[in-house]
Nanobody
Framework: QVQLVESGGGSVQAGGSLRLSCAASGRTFSSYAMGWFRQAPGKEREFVAA???????TSADSVRGRLTISRDNAKNMVYLQMNNLKPEDTGSYYC????????????????????WGQGTQVTVSS
């Protein structure tokens, strides 16, 4: 189904900002619930943020107020704006998508998503 490609990762100092992008291929992007997850070396993939078809969003407590998900259905894009980055934000960031009927459904676990990008690396140094 949908193909996802992340970009925008890089190396920044603590307190810096990055904006990750996820480009989705297909003509039914607005039918997908979307999410961002991250994984540090030796750790399990963890939830970062999710956004519903209608633009409703939620995020993990550890990133709330600093990392914000958004989407632009006209451009088939989802973004993760990352501000005031901390070393613990370091990891590979993955975009995820799955088709849903609900306009407001937020999905926050890895098992709920069907499609994944290959990831983009974010490194935050102190």
């Amino acid at each position: 189904q949908v193909q996802l490609v992340e970009s925008g990762g890089g190396s920044v100092q603590a307190g810096g900002s990055l904006r990750l992008s996820c480009a989705a291929s297909g003509r039914t992007f607005s039918s997908y619930a979307m999410g961002w997850f991250r994984q540090a070396p030796g750790k399990e993939r963890e939830f970062v943020a999710a956004i519903s078809r209608s633009g409703r969003d939620t995020s993990a407590d550890s990133v709330r107020g600093r990392l914000t998900i958004s989407r632009d259905n006209a451009k088939n894009m989802v973004y993760l704006q990352m501000n005031n980055l901390k070393p613990e934000d370091t990891g590979s960031y993955y975009c995820a998508a799955t088709p849903v009927n609900s306009l407001s459904l937020l999905l926050t676990t890895t098992r709920e998503y069907d499609a994944w990008g290959q990831g983009t690396q974010v490194t935050v140094s102190s």
